[in-house]
Structure formats: structure tokens, C-alpha cells
């Protein structure tokens, strides 16, 4: 059986490289590759250079000699021609697509790509997405006709999907309720991590006045409030990452002088070895959708802090598999790092790192997946 997987508008092999995703996202597919639940798997990407960068991983023994990239094409210039692309994407992969048995989108941006192949090739869809488009632009406050735009996307998509796979339940609720799914035609399948990459390493010295934050420095990880708080703590913040907004949280950092250091992007497998160094993970986001770094950080036995919602809530419970704060303000932020670590950790490592083994695992979502492709009519 094979498997065509449309990426997220303008996303490209190689940006999973630069933002240190690749060896994280490419997993689940090597392993349905491994396990011969599926024959080949197409990425239909938006890097015009994209082909010649899988070949040079492959020939470096980074990604599975069956996983074909199908780069855009050259004539395609900058985000018009993206957008122009995604159209017309169906057409110019159409022999791939023709061998394909299944479709599946990787975001809902991009989403109608996958459904025009599903209308040229007649091939059963799944429409997969990490978080809900509507509901994060609704977060930040997008214009109206920015959200009802989106909403129709995803109207189209569902409508057009043999099945949906979301992270949560909570989105699961949500697109059955606006866009009259059926519950049987929705899966949750929650984000994964590697568990046997993500561990605790007894042996590794951990700093005991440090903090770690592993994500993209924008608006909604409520960053500007987590540097407040550590310049009231005294304890150093050490940042992975990169993102629109790090020069101004470096100049707030400056004149806060509060300790912290920005560390940039890492490679996903190197991020286990990082983790272990630290006692204490933190995420402040407004809003999340299924956060991997989390899930990684609480699998490494770090005490993970985060805030009290959505997304996060999810994952950490209060008191047993780690800390959140009443609020988003720097001083809950401060309040709960203090609880954190003032407090023995010990139980609440160790439930963390069950949860997230036994919820989490890569094998986990392997099983997941390889159920919703047998369960498809092809």
C-alpha cells in the first residue's frame, strides 16, 4: 500500500531541516515503512530543492530509501507561487499520485490539494492536522473574513475527508459539532515522541538553577511574561529555538538583566541529551494545541511548569505529573516556579514519564495509524 502526504502550504523538506523537525516528523512514516504497513510514501513538499536534499539524507542514511519527496517546481516563485502551486500540485504528480492508495494532509493550509487529488484519482483522504486552524487564528485575533475563509477550508476539507484524524478531544468536539462530522468519521490520534530516544539519563549532571523552553519564539509562548518572571526569580532561562520575536525578548531580557540565554535551534535528536541536563521545563503559552516539546521534556523525567490552558492542560495535571499556573502573568509564572522548586519531585517525574510512555509512544501512534488505513475502502 502506498501513501501520498500533501505538506502544509509552503512548508519544505528543507525548512523541517533548519527548524530541527526533520528527524521528529519523518518517524512515523519510517516506521509504517519498517513495519511493511506501507510499501512507499510520497512527500509532496514546497522546496524547489527539495529532491536533491532527499537524496543527499538518503544517501546519508538519514531517511528511508522508499519515503520519494516530489519537490515543487522552479517556475514558482515566492508565496504566489506556492499558492499557484497548491492548485495545481494534483497535476504535476499525478504519476505518483495515480500509484498512490491513499492521500493524506500533514496541516489544513494546503488542505484542497489533497482533496482535488481525491477528485482526479478517486483515492480514499485523510484529512490529519496537529491543532485546529479556525480555532488558533480565532486566538490571535485574525480578521473576520480571514476566519470565515478558513472555516470554509475546513468545511471543504472535512467534507471531502473519508475520515478525520485530530490531536485531542477537544477537536475532535469541535469539528463534529461546526462541521456535522460524524463521530465514527473522527479519529484522535495525539501528537507522538520517540520514547526510546526520549528518556531520562541517570548519569547526566543536571543544572538545579535553570530552566528550559524548547519552541518557536512568537507571541502566543508568552515569552516577554516568562522573562519578567525569571528576572524576579534569580534563575536562568535557557531558550531553544528561534522565531519573529527573539530580538525584542532579548532587549527586554537586557534590561530586565535577567538570565537568559539564547541557545537557537537544535536537530530533534540531539534535544534528548539537551534535555537531560535540566531539572525544569517550562511552557507559558496563551494557548497550545498538543505540544511535543512538552511531551518530550516530561518523557526526559524533567519537572515540566506550564500554564492552565488548553493544550497543556492536557497533558500536565496539577500536582501529579507536574506544576501549572493560575495565570498567564509574570507573577503566576513566578509563583509556580517557586512550588515547583521548593517541592520533591520525585512522584510527579515519575508519573510524568508513565503518562507519557504509555500515552505518547511513537509505537503507540504507529498502531493508531496503521488501524485508520486498514479501516479505509480502497
Not at 250 to 262: G, I, S
Amino acid at each position: 500500500m502506498q501513501l501520498a502526504l500533501f505538506f502544509t502550504r509552503g512548508v519544505s523538506l528543507k525548512l523541517w531541516l533548519e527548524a530541527g523537525l526533520f528527524d521528529r516528523e519523518k518517524q512515523l512514516y519510517e516506521q509504517l515503512l519498517h513495519k511493511e504497513y506501507l510499501k512507499k510514501v510520497y512527500w509532496l513538499t514546497y522546496g524547489k530543492d527539495d529532491a536533491a536534499t532527499a537524496d543527499e539524507l538518503k544517501a546519508a542514511g538519514r531517511l528511508h530509501p522508499d519515503i520519494v519527496v516530489l519537490a515543487m517546481p522552479r517556475f514558482c516563485p515566492g508565496w504566489w507561487g506556492g499558492l499557484f502551486y497548491s492548485f495545481l500540485m494534483p497535476l504535476f504528480c499525478r504519476r505518483w499520485l495515480k500509484s498512490a492508495d491513499i492521500f493524506k494532509t500533514n496541516q489544513m493550509d494546503g488542505s484542497w490539494a489533497a482533496v482535488l487529488a481525491k477528485w482526479l484519482y478517486r483515492k480514499p483522504l485523510v484529512v490529519r492536522t496537529g491543532y485546529t486552524w479556525s480555532l488558533l487564528r480565532k486566538k490571535h485575533g485574525a480578521a473576520e473574513y480571514k476566519q470565515k475563509l478558513i472555516g470554509l477550508i475546513e468545511r471543504f476539507a472535512y467534507k471531502n475527508a473519508a475520515v478525520a484524524v485530530v490531536t485531542s478531544e477537544t477537536q475532535a468536539q469541535y469539528i463534529s459539532e461546526r462541521y456535522s462530522i460524524s463521530e465514527k468519521d473522527i479519529k484522535v490520534v495525539p501528537n507522538y515522541i520517540n520514547t526510546q530516544l526520549f528518556t531520562p539519563q541517570k548519569t547526566v549532571e543536571k543544572y538545579s538553577d535553570r530552566l528550559i523552553f524548547v519552541g518557536r519564539l512568537n507571541e502566543e509562548k508568552n515569552l516577554f511574561n516568562l522573562i519578567e518572571a525569571v528576572a524576579q526569580t534569580g534563575m536562568i532561562l535557557d531558550i531553544y529555538g528561534r522565531g519573529s520575536i527573539r530580538d525584542k525578548l532579548e532587549a527586554l531580557a537586557k534590561k530586565l538583566k535577567a538570565k537568559v540565554n539564547f541557545m537557537g535551534v537544535v536537530p530533534n535528536n540531539e534535544l534528548p541529551g539537551i534535555l537531560n541536563r535540566y531539572r525544569y521545563y517550562i511552557l507559558p503559552s496563551f494557548y497550545e494545541g498538543m505540544p511535543k516539546t512538552l511531551l518530550e521534556a516530561m518523557a526526559c523525567g524533567l519537572v515540566c511548569i506550564g500554564t492552565d490552558v488548553e493544550g497543556i492542560n492536557n497533558i500536565i495535571e496539577n500536582g501529579v505529573t507536574g506544576y501549572l499556573a493560575k495565570g498567564t502573568q509574570a507573577h503566576a509564572l513566578v509563583e509556580t516556579m517557586q512550588r515547583a522548586t521548593q517541592s520533591s519531585n520525585d512522584s510527579i517525574t515519575a508519573e510524568g514519564l508513565r503518562r507519557a510512555r504509555n500515552s505518547f509512544s511513537l509505537e503507540t501512534a504507529v498502531e493508531q495509524e496503521k488501524e485508520i488505513i486498514a479501516n479505509l475502502k480502497i
